[in-house]
């Protein structure tokens, strides 16, 4: 059974920094793409980044280009996204998804995880 789980999420002053990990388990990572969604109150659930199967490729939306790094370690089985200079409008619940399609930019993702909070303030 896959299974993702976010952590690292929390409260942060604007211009801060948190770095969000997503371990994986119940899947072989090295043949997932993998990606970072987010969603805040009343809005849709945005694409943030996504990474190819071992890394070699990066896509960042437009708004977090920039500040927000994403990165894995097939070998733990971990993604990791490591977000600095922190706005309010950052605010959501942050996602990690998992597909095997090599670098997926669309919310077309198999595997989800439960999201974990990131709250930026002023």
């Known amino acids: 059974q896959v299974q993702l789980v976010e952590s690292g999420g929390g409260l942060v002053q604007a211009g801060g920094s948190l770095r969000l990990s997503c371990a994986a388990s119940g899947l072989t990572l090295s043949r997932y ?3 970072w969604f987010r969603q805040a109150p009343g ?15 990066t896509y960042y939306a437009d708004s977090v280009k920039g500040r927000f790094t994403i990165s894995r370690v097939n070998a733990k089985k971990t993604m990791y996204l490591q977000m600095n200079g922190l706005k309010p409008d950052d605010t959501a619940v942050y996602y990690c998804a998992a ?6 930019t669309t919310a077309e993702y198999d595997y989800w995880g439960q999201g974990t909070q990131v709250t930026v303030s002023s």
Do not use: P, T
């Open 33 to 35: 793409g993998l990606g």
């Open 43 to 57: 809005k849709e659930r945005e694409f943030v980044a996504a990474i190819s199967y071992n890394g070699d490729h």
């Open 99 to 104: 597909d095997q399609v090599y670098l997926l």
